[in-house]
DNA sequence: AACGGACTCAACCGCATATTG
DNA sequence: CCAATATGCGGTTGAGTCCGT
């Protein structure tokens, strides 16, 4: 990055007069088209210079969060609520490089997601959501339901995967990163974890040289299936979509509530 | 229909880091 | 090396919407 060269028009006036809050389409409109001609970055001259009465952070976001091409919006996927989870549980909170493994969303979106979901569930199981017991169920309850739930969704519409369309209206570009995601049917799952009172480790599944999933047999002492992770490949986030029945509102059902809690209750 | 609480998500804020002169 | 500035990131807020009563 470098400083901006011109010196002239940022004036204290001018700061004075920045705008906040929600984004009009004329606004969205100059952004786009100076970003467009001009490409991104140098954001507090680019504000400047397309007369957007925006600080350079305000226009930064909006590009990265809703106007750049490519940007995936509505609802979040079973693979990537699997692979977020995922990569939660090894990353924790670094929203900007789970967003990367998963083109098209933001860091801020997946950090909204956490919080409205992930957190949510963690308070209904009256546990911290970075305590090792929530991190455990997630891990060895959440994620083999979830994978449950995409190998029915996969025997259910395979044969038709390609004919189906995302949710959002967004182009996909050729360019963007491949995704890491995608469903095969060689996936063996575990339909109950059997305990959750050897669970002692916080990582979880792997991700080998090519994008593949994998389970670190390492971690996988005691009686936790060994089966869970054989054979995940991710090549495809968007092939089922909430609209199949299995949104996560399906996921976090009180008798899955339930079950933690119990577990919670009786193995911790 | 009206109200209030819960929820969602776009946007802002503060801080840390990177870059430039 | 240092100060100034830009950028990036994670945490937080609050307006709009949804939903139950």
């Not at 909170?93 to 098209?104: F, M, S, Y």
């Not at 575990?190 to 389970?215: F, M, V, Y």
Request: hydrophobic share 30%; charged share 25%.
């Amino acid at each position: 990055m470098r400083s901006i060269s011109d010196s002239d028009s940022c004036g204290s006036e001018e700061e004075m007069a920045v705008k906040k809050g929600p984004w009009t389409e004329e606004e969205d409109s100059i952004l786009i088209n100076y970003v467009n001609i001009h490409g991104e970055g140098h954001w507090n001259s680019l504000a400047r210079s397309a007369g957007l009465k925006r600080t350079g952070k305000s226009c930064r976001l909006r590009w990265l969060n809703y106007l750049r091409p490519n940007v995936r919006r509505g609802n979040i996927t079973l693979q990537e609520q699997l692979l977020i989870l995922d990569l939660h549980s090894r990353w924790g909170n670094r929203w900007a490089k789970i967003a990367e493994q998963l083109p098209g969303r933001t860091d801020n979106e997946i950090k909204n997601y956490w919080r409205t979901r992930v957190v949510k569930q963690a308070k209904q199981l009256k546990c911290d959501v970075n305590s090792k017991q929530f991190r455990d169920a997630v891990r060895y309850v959440w994620m083999p339901r979830l994978m449950e739930r995409i190998q029915a969704s996969s025997y259910a519409h395979g044969h038709d995967k390609t004919n189906n369309n995302m949710c959002n209206t967004n182009n996909e570009s050729s360019d963007e990163a491949k995704p890491i995601m995608a469903c095969d049917n060689s996936l063996l799952v575990s339909s109950e974890p059997q305990s959750l009172s050897h669970a002692t480790t916080t990582s979880s599944c792997n991700l080998i040289g090519d994008g593949r999933l994998s389970w670190d047999s390492a971690e996988n002492n005691g009686s936790m299936s060994t089966t869970l992770w054989q054979h995940w490949d991710y090549s495809d986030l968007q092939a089922f979509e909430p609209a199949y029945g299995f949104g996560d509102a399906d996921l976090w059902t009180d008798e899955n509530i339930c079950f933690l809690q119990h577990h919670l209750a009786h193995d911790f």
